[in-house]
């Protein structure tokens, strides 16, 4: 006899296809899952893994927290763009912990720890066009931010898209508004991180085409996030293997570029080569 958690996932998923009037034949051919199990799935005979709910959530435009029935495990936070570092610098110390631990983070570019305030107060005021009131805001809670990161954060790996780093270094839109001066003490910073602190520090450089969601791993819990105005703080177990699982495919399948060397020498012809 299925249990009440997959009855409630055969559930969720037949309202919804229901809801966009999709055949269960359709919701197989989209998703690539065999239409026995599909059909198992629905009639809740099958406990599907969480890559599975993944590509059935995206067809269906669901929660996956909403199919497993875990949103009290779900932290959501909602803040103005110019308040969000203030959110960053106060749960900070909550994500990590009395002891600090590891970050993993999975963005476009690289972190904004990576970034001077001076460069912080350009990124601001010249790409999201903040006032000068807000700009100052902003600039205050990302200080405290970097107060914290320095006493908890005790290992951090940034994975960042190729193209996105070499628009930000050659200085192409909408990174053209930013100081060369400052854009290029960042990067030297980065590399300098890279030669100096090998055993807390590390960028993998992956391709365009394998970024999703930028994400951050902190002590086993996920935190996502878009443009810093909506934070998701998920704990569950299953979620959180499903992202770790997707970060070591990422560093060692998908990477283009992940030997230290190697990106030390990207980060150096970039910055050799911008005008």
């Known amino acids: 006899m299925a249990d009440t958690k997959t009855q409630r996932i055969g559930k969720k998923i037949r309202d919804a296809l229901k809801t966009y009037k999709m055949s269960v034949k359709e919701l197989s ?10 059909y198992s799935i629905l009639n809740g005979h099958h406990n ?7 590509l059935i959530a995206k067809e269906l435009q669901l929660s996956i927290d909403a199919l497993l ?6 932290f959501p936070i909602y803040a103005k763009e110019y308040e969000a570092a203030f959110n960053y610098a106060e749960f900070e110390d909550i994500w990590f912990g009395p002891n600090g631990g590891e970050r993993i983070s999975v963005s476009r570019n690289f972190s904004v720890m990576n970034q001077s ?21 902003a600039i ?38 930013l100081s060369k001066k ?27 085409q394998y970024f999703l969601v930028n994400y951050e791993i902190i002590n086993r819990e996920v935190i996502l996030f878009d443009l ?20 070591e495919e990422l560093k060692f399948k998908k990477a283009e570029t992940a030997d230290r060397k190697e990106v030390i020498q990207f980060l150096r012809e970039q910055l050799k080569n911008a005008k």
């Open 228 to 247: 810093g105005t909506v934070f998701f703080r998920q704990t569950h177990p299953s979620i959180v293997q499903h992202f770790l699982k997707e970060i």
């Open 29 to 38: 051919q989209r998703t690539g899952i065999e239409l026995q199990t599909v």
């Open 117 to 137: 305030s001076e460069l912080r107060r350009e990124y601001l005021k010249n790409i999201y066009e903040f006032s000068d009131e807000q700009v100052e805001k």
């Open 140 to 177: 205050e809670a990302f200080e405290k931010r970097k107060e914290v990161i320095a006493e908890k954060e005790k290992t951090r790996i940034e994975f960042v898209v190729r193209s996105e780093i070499v628009d930000y270094i050659q200085g192409r839109e909408p990174f053209n508004r």
């Open 48 to 54: 599907p893994s969480i890559e599975k709910l993944e």
């Open 69 to 74: 029935d875990i949103e009290v495990n779900t």
């Open 182 to 208: 400052l854009v290029r003490e960042s990067i030297e910073g980065i590399i300098s991180r890279l030669e100096n602190e090998p055993l807390k520090f590390e960028v993998i450089i992956i391709p365009r």
